[in-house]
């Protein structure tokens, strides 16, 4: 497997993290590997790691790297490339010593910045995004070497992770895991201690926070998670036997300096989130609901099923699956499904999501066979294609949970599918890529077969409707409130100039968000409710217009003919008529019934 090479073993690698004494936003990290035979060695940070989808180099982040050997002597490091550092006297080496500098500081110089929840913050004193990957390597043949990793740090800062603290010092922690692949899936955040927990269906939840202004607590947020994680458990049943789970909330001030990439990064046992600390608390609540529902699925797939691909990943040569529509595409739907299944959303609203994503898909290549885009998701014109994971994927998740409810007469669904794949195959034992159709095929029935083969593996773009026939729906319309910055869901109705001001576009008519308060064509869009706006933070702005209810006070600064003025009025949301669906066929209610209901 390329540079990893899970071959070979050999002692511990220790590593020490010191969070002491950081000068410049910079760590110091030393590794001590034990004994190496070789007479040259590399040691690589990761290009990519799982869950991704992107080149993303963090080597970019790490600066002076050493080696030295028993007597305190220099050895020669060269650099391999922007990830790797090749070692001469390797077999004389007894530590490597570097720093790494943090992603989330440098984001705005970037054209292809790394994404926010796989990055690095560090904040002497504050805050320390320890995403273990950004700070810790391996060996060349290496990677299936226990780590036992050494923290220190200041005694006010807390480190939220699913990892066990086996040193009960206040100011050290010490982990062990058996692998380097296993160590890339628990990060730690440390910060001072904001954090609520709570037991699950047998799984114990912590949710920690670090919100920089102090404008968020974890105590904020805990119910809507705690309802919403509640309901996943008892949705999944058995299928899942994690004891331990943790949700690191890192709320971004805003600042250039800080976070902007907003989402979250999977892992086994743990969901990496970052979100704008400006967000109303219901909102960002609602959010965080969405958004951990999707990140938490991922415990059954790729995690309880997965192939080589993810069993061995190789962190610098990495080699993707077919399979994205699995591992992304049945988490996202489920992330969905529960929530009807569970009483937090109803059945016009699961429709709507549904018809959401299916408008989504089309904007993509409608023709290009899922596996072949999933296994090339790295390169063009492939990576372009990747977020339609999210979309396309989810609605070949929801076909075939079709296909099964139909075939089996309501009595079994995807996620006994699901259920049955992690039985058969599970943690440790991956499954090759071009077996799992037919496996999927013998455990469920042809028709799952012909359509994964038709579908996904081949060029035919999915006709909905006769999906959703079968369980008696058909397509119907509906009014759903628009956003006051666009047209048609679409096309933005404010551009910016070159001075950074928003203004209303000329060149379209404005909707009535608009025209209801006396906003003109050309108007400059200076600030809304007492807060400048430009294009610096205008993202901001757009978070902000996402919690705007109807009939809310609201006040904007514009300028009009070179003259600033402030109006204010009522918000008036613009309505879209959009394609959704809904039952219409009585006939199919059970069977309806036992698909969204279980």
């Not at 810790?136 to 939220?160: C, K, Q, R, S």
């Not at 729906?473 to 759903?480: P, Q």
Request: charged residues 25%; proline residues 5%.
């Amino acid at each position: 497997m390329g540079s990893l090479a899970y071959a070979q073993k050999g002692g511990d690698i220790k590593v020490a993290i010191d969070l002491n004494n950081i000068k410049d936003d910079k760590v110091m990290v030393t590794v001590t590997p034990g004994a190496i035979k070789e007479k040259t060695i590399s040691y690589y940070i990761p290009k990519t790691v799982p869950g991704t989808y992107s080149d993303d180099n963090y080597g970019q982040f790490i600066e002076q790297v050493k080696a030295y050997d028993k007597k305190g002597k220099e050895l020669t490091v060269t650099k391999g490339d922007e990830n790797s550092w090749n070692i001469d006297k390797a077999n004389k080496m007894v530590k490597l010593t570097y720093l790494v500098n943090d992603s989330f500081d440098n984001e705005t110089e970037k054209e292809s910045p790394i994404f926010s929840p796989s990055g690095s913050n560090i904040l002497a004193g504050e805050n320390i995004m320890l995403n273990t990957h950004a700070f810790i390597g391996y060996f060349t043949g290496m990677g299936e070497n226990a780590y036992d990793v050494t923290v220190t740090h200041p005694a006010e800062l807390w480190g939220a992770t699913s990892l066990v603290d086996l040193n009960n010092s206040n100011t050290v922690d010490e982990f062990k895991t058996s692998r380097y692949l296993e160590l890339t899936e628990y990060p730690i955040m440390y910060s001072k201690p904001d954090y609520t927990t709570f037991a699950a269906e047998g799984m114990d939840i912590t949710i920690a926070v670090y919100s920089p202004n102090h404008k968020v607590t974890a105590k904020d947020i805990t119910p809507m998670m705690e309802k919403t994680m509640r309901a996943q458990k008892k949705f999944l049943g058995a299928i899942n036997a994690n004891k331990k789970y943790t949700v690191l909330v890192y709320l971004s001030s805003m600042e250039e300096d800080d976070a902007s990439g907003f989402g979250a990064l999977e892992h086994p046992t743990c969901t990496t989130v970052v979100m704008p600390e400006t967000m109303p608390i219901d909102d960002l609540a609602e959010q965080l609901k969405d958004i951990v529902s999707h990140e938490f699925f991922h415990i059954v797939t790729p995690l309880s099923v997965h192939s080589k691909e993810i069993q061995f990943f190789d962190f610098n040569a990495p080699q993707m699956s077919e399979h994205l529509w699995m591992y992304e595409g049945v988490t996202e739907y489920f992330a969905n499904l529960f929530q009807i299944n569970q009483g937090l959303i109803d059945e016009e609203a699961f429709f709507n999501r549904m018809a959401e994503k299916i408008d989504h898909a089309s904007q993509f290549d409608d023709t290009m066979p899922f596996t072949v885009m999933s296994k090339n998701v790295l390169k063009a014109p492939y990576k372009d294609q990747y977020r339609n994971v999210y979309e396309k994927g989810a609605l070949i998740a929801m076909c075939t949970d079709i296909l099964i409810r139909e075939q089996s007469e309501g009595q079994k669904g995807i996620l006994d599918l699901m259920r049955d794949l992690s039985h058969t195959y599970g943690n440790n034992k991956p499954f090759d890529d071009n077996e799992l159709f037919a496996k999927i095929t013998e455990l469920t029935y042809p028709q799952v077969g012909e359509f994964l083969k038709t579908y996904v593996a081949g060029d035919t773009p999915i006709p909905y409707e006769e999906y959703f026939a079968k369980m008696g729906v058909t397509a119907a319309s509906t009014s759903i409130p628009g956003n006051p910055f666009l047209k048609g869901m679409r096309e933005p109705l404010v551009g910016v100039d070159q001075s950074k001001t928003i203004f209303v576009r000329p060149d379209i008519e404005p909707n009535i968000f608009f025209t209801s308060l006396g906003i003109q064509k050309g108007d400059v869009l200076l600030g809304f409710n007492d807060k400048d706006y430009n294009l610096d933070n205008i993202n901001e702005l757009v978070m902000s217009s996402m919690s705007w209810k109807d009939g809310n006070d609201i006040s904007v600064k514009i300028k009009r003919d070179g003259k600033e003025q402030v109006v204010t009025g009522k918000i008036q949301l613009p309505k879209e008529e959009v394609q959704s669906w809904k039952a219409t066929d009585s006939s199919k209610t059970a069977l309806r019934e036992a698909w969204l209901k279980g």
